[in-house]
C-alpha cells in the first residue's frame, strides 16, 4: 500500500493510541492498588516458582493462541471489555484463594482470557480474527507495555517492540499460513512465544507479588485480575488502532506520523 497522510480525525486517534500504548504503566497500576511498594511482595515469591513463570507463561500464551479465537464469533461487532473484566475477576478471585499453588491454575485460565479480550478488540478495529496475521498481533500485544519506570516488561518503545518481533512474527505468520495451528512445535512459532513469554513473564510475576503484599491477602485475586486485564484491553487497543490506521495509510505514514507527535510533546 502506498503511504498516504492521515486525516485530522485520524491523528487524533493515532493520539488516542499513542496515550493507551504508553501510559500507565503496569507497575504503576498495581503499586496503586496495592498501596506498598511490589519489592515487598517481590522478596516473598519463592525462588522455584520465579524460575517456573518462564515455562508457566510459554505453555499459557501456546494455549491461548489454540483457544481464544474458537470462542468467538468472527462476525464483525463492538467489543465487550466489560464482560472480559468480569470474567478475568472471577479467575482472579476463585485463583487468589489458593496462593500461588492457584496461580498455576489461574495464570493459563485468564491468559486465554485475556487473549479472548484482544482479540475482541481487534474484531472490533476491523481485524480478521480468523487470520494468521491477526492471532500473531494480538500475541504481540502480550509484549507490549507502558514505558514507566520500574517496568521491566516495557523497557523499550511500540515500534522498538513491534520491530524486535517482526522477523519472529513473518516467520510464525508463514509458517502458520502453510500448516495452521495445529503444528504446535513448529520451531518459528516457539521462538516467537519464548521471546513474548520472557516478557509477559515479568508482568505474571508482578501479579504474584503483588497478591503477597503483607496486608494485601488473596481476596486481591479478582482486584488484581481486573487491573491485568483492563491494562491489557488499552494496550490492545491501542496496538489495534495503529494497525487499523496502517491499513488505511500504509505503515510508513503512520509512523511518521507517530514520530510527530514525538516532536510536539518534546517542545
Excluded at 204 to 224: D, E, F, N, R
Amino acid at each position: 500500500m502506498n503511504a498516504s497522510p492521515l486525516s485530522s480525525a485520524d491523528l487524533d486517534e493515532l493520539v488516542r493510541a499513542r496515550a493507551l500504548l504508553d501510559h500507565p504503566s503496569l507497575t504503576a497500576r498495581l503499586s496503586n492498588v496495592v498501596g506498598s511498594p511490589l519489592e515487598k511482595g517481590m522478596a516473598r515469591l519463592p525462588e522455584r516458582w520465579r524460575g517456573g513463570v518462564g515455562a508457566l507463561a510459554h505453555d499459557a500464551l501456546l494455549k491461548a493462541m489454540n483457544t481464544a479465537a474458537k470462542t468467538l464469533d468472527s462476525a464483525p461487532r463492538a467489543a465487550s471489555p466489560r464482560l472480559h473484566k468480569l470474567l478475568g475477576s472471577v479467575s482472579g478471585g476463585a485463583g487468589g484463594a489458593f496462593g500461588l499453588a492457584g496461580l498455576a491454575v489461574e495464570i493459563p485460565l485468564s491468559t486465554v482470557l485475556i487473549m479472548r479480550a484482544i482479540l475482541d478488540i481487534a474484531r472490533a478495529e476491523g481485524e480478521n480474527i480468523g487470520s494468521a496475521q491477526t492471532r500473531l498481533a494480538a500475541l504481540e500485544v502480550f509484549a507490549l507495555g507502558g514505558p514507566g519506570r520500574g517496568d521491566d516488561a516495557a523497557e523499550s518503545g511500540y515500534y522498538a517492540v513491534r520491530a524486535a518481533l517482526a522477523t519472529s512474527v513473518g516467520e510464525a505468520a508463514r509458517h502458520l499460513a502453510e500448516k495452521g495451528l495445529t503444528s504446535e512445535g513448529a520451531p518459528a512459532l516457539v521462538r516467537l512465544i519464548t521471546l513474548v513469554a520472557t516478557r509477559y513473564k515479568v508482568q505474571l510475576t508482578q501479579k504474584a507479588a503483588g497478591m503477597l503484599v503483607p496486608g494485601i491477602g488473596a481476596a486481591a485475586g479478582a482486584g488484581l485480575n481486573l487491573m491485568f486485564m483492563d491494562h491489557f484491553q488499552d494496550v490492545s487497543r491501542g496496538h489495534f488502532i495503529v494497525r487499523r490506521l496502517e491499513r488505511c495509510h500504509g505503515a510508513e505514514a503512520v509512523h511518521t506520523a507517530w514520530q510527530s507527535i514525538d516532536l510536539k510533546r518534546s517542545r
